[in-house]
């Protein structure tokens, strides 16, 4: 099992920027690709951007595409998810998940809440 424990989240006002981190443990040495997903209210999870676990390849949703970036810590076993040019639409709370060696994403973090004023 991996467990996930997600921080960083907050309000922040549209245009700005905000970090959120995923700190992995457990069976770390499973995970092939870890990657964020949303909720907004009302709205189903979306994929968000994912990495592979040795961090050589990166995938973005349209809407993360030029604005979100995503970093690999190895000595934290983490990752990071850098969101620039908040708009309202980002708001909703962003779920970190691993995926084991059968790519699919069945470990989630507890999700933390983004809100983006307009």
């Known amino acids: 099992q991996v467990q996930l424990v997600e921080s960083g989240g907050g309000l922040v006002q549209a245009g700005g920027s905000l970090r959120l981190s995923c700190a992995a443990s457990g069976r770390t040495f499973s995970i092939s690709q870890m990657g964020w997903f949303r909720q907004a209210p009302g709205k189903e999870r979306e994929f968000v951007i994912r990495?592979?676990?040795?961090?050589?390849?990166?995938f973005y949703a349209d809407a993360a595409k030029g604005r979100f970036t995503i970093a690999k810590d190895n000595a934290k076993n983490a990752v990071t998810l850098q969101m620039n040019s908040l708009k309202a639409e980002d708001t909703g709370v962003y779920y970190c998940?691993?995926?084991?060696?059968?790519?699919?994403?069945?470990?989630w973090g507890q999700g933390i809440r983004v809100t983006v004023s307009s």
């Open positions: 990495i592979t676990w040795c961090g050589d390849s990166i």
């Open positions: 998940a691993a995926a084991g060696s059968d790519w699919a994403f069945s470990s």
